[in-house]
Structure formats: structure tokens, C-alpha cells
């Protein structure tokens, strides 16, 4: 069964997400801050990633390319989805950093879940060198 680390600052809406992942089997490990969550990531190299961006310590954009730039493919390949309260429309570090998929809050459970199901389907993966695209080729709903 996948293991999902979400990355989440906010208590009230990581205990909602814990809640709707574990429901589907997952093994579900939550931290709040980039760097709490990169840590994890290194000692459990979990399936999935679920991050904010906006975090104390080290936000997600950092937690990403922290992914992203890591020299063991079992971490840069890891597919990494966002889910943000707070990202405008064409903010270009969207388009540069290797996300297989964006959803803003409030995202409907239905649309998580069916995101992550797909991530999980097509497992770890590289993005295309060229244009960064991601080869799950989920519609962003930004
Ligand atoms: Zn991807």
C-alpha cells in the first residue's frame, strides 16, 4: 500500500488530509514545515507527496527542488503534487519546478483523491529535460 507524506502547516486542514488518505489504506505521515518534511522524505522515501507551499522553515518550493535536485533517484523521482491556498495564475516557478500536479484549497476530496490515485498508478518518474512536463499529464486546476 502507498505511503503519503504530506506537508502541511495548518493543523486544521493536515488532520483533514490524514483523515481522507488513511481512509483509502495509505500510510499516511504528515509533517509541518519543508524541511520536518524533507527529513522524513530521506528516512522513509514515502510514494507520494503531498505539499503546501507556503510553510515556515522551508517552504515548498524549496522542499521541492530539494526533491527535485537530490543525486538518489528513489527521491528526485518521487511524484510531488501541491496543494496551495495562495498560488496566482502564472506564477512561473509553477512551470519550472517539477510538479505532477497542482490543486488550490479548497480542493473537493474527490479531486485529491483521484489525484493522487493517478500518481500513485503511474509511480516515480522523471520529468521531460526539455519543458519539465510531467508524464501523469494531470490538468492543473490553477
Ligand atoms: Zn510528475
Do not use: Y
Request: net charge negative; proline share 8%; with cysteine.
Amino acid at each position: 500500500m502507498a505511503v503519503l507524506l504530506i506537508a502541511e502547516d495548518d493543523e486544521d486542514i493536515a488532520l483533514v488530509l490524514v483523515r481522507v488518505f488513511k481512509r483509502t489504506g495509505m500510510t499516511v505521515l504528515r509533517e509541518s514545515d519543508g524541511r520536518a518534511a524533507f527529513d522524513a522524505i530521506l528516512e522513509h522515501r514515502p510514494d507520494l507527496v503531498l505539499t503546501d507551499l507556503g510553510m515556515p522553515v522551508m517552504d515548498g518550493w524549496e522542499l521541492i527542488d530539494a526533491i527535485r535536485g537530490h543525486p538518489d533517484d528513489d527521491i528526485r523521482r518521487i511524484p510531488v503534487a501541491v496543494l496551495s491556498g495562495h498560488l496566482r495564475p502564472g506564477e512561473p516557478r509553477a512551470a519550472s519546478a517539477q510538479i505532477c500536479a497542482i490543486m488550490l484549497k479548497p480542493c473537493p476530496n474527490d479531486q485529491l483523491l483521484a489525484t493522487m490515485g493517478e500518481l500513485v498508478a503511474i509511480g516515480p518518474h522523471d520529468h521531460d529535460a526539455a519543458d519539465n512536463r510531467c508524464p501523469a499529464d494531470i490538468p492543473v486546476s490553477v
